[in-house]
Nanobody
Framework: VQLQASGGGLVQAGGSLRLSCAAS????????MGWFRQAPGKEREFVAA????????SYADSVKGRFTISRDNSKNLVYLQLNSLKPEDTAVYYC?????????????????WGQGTQVTVSS
């Protein structure tokens, strides 16, 4: 089971990025997919999650209205669109998966993790 996150980079405040997470090694039906981030010296925190059907999503308050999570199950891909980026969004972003039928927001609940992609927002 592998999750590969990509799409990070350096962007100015107010800019946008789209992160992708490619899942391989098994089918991810009935898996919730989540995005988390970890800034230097801080704990990993929840960003967004989406159920298998895409019918239910959840966002951290700090990113609501700016970030959008989506998935393409036919391609085993999950996306995180980051708009109106702020310097405080700077972090390594990780995708994760867990077999659940409802959104999950806690780090410890997730079974599978990708390697992370760096997002740096300059002021």
């Amino acid at each position: 089971v592998q999750l590969q996150a990509s799409g990070g980079g350096l962007v100015q405040a107010g800019g946008s990025l789209r992160l992708s997470c490619a899942a391989s090694g098994r089918t991810f039906s009935n898996h919730v997919m989540g995005w988390f981030r970890q800034a230097p010296g801080k704990e990993r925190e929840f960003v967004a999650a989406i159920t298998w059907s895409g019918g239910s999503t959840s966002y951290a308050d700090s990113v609501k209205g700016r970030f959008t999570i989506s998935r393409d199950n036919s391609k085993n891909l999950v996306y995180l669109q980051l708009n109106s980026l702020k310097p405080e969004d700077t972090a390594v972003y990780y995708c994760a998966a867990v077999r659940r039928n409802w959104v999950v927001t806690t780090v410890k609940a997730y079974e599978y993790w990708g390697q992370g992609t760096q997002v740096t927002v300059s002021s």
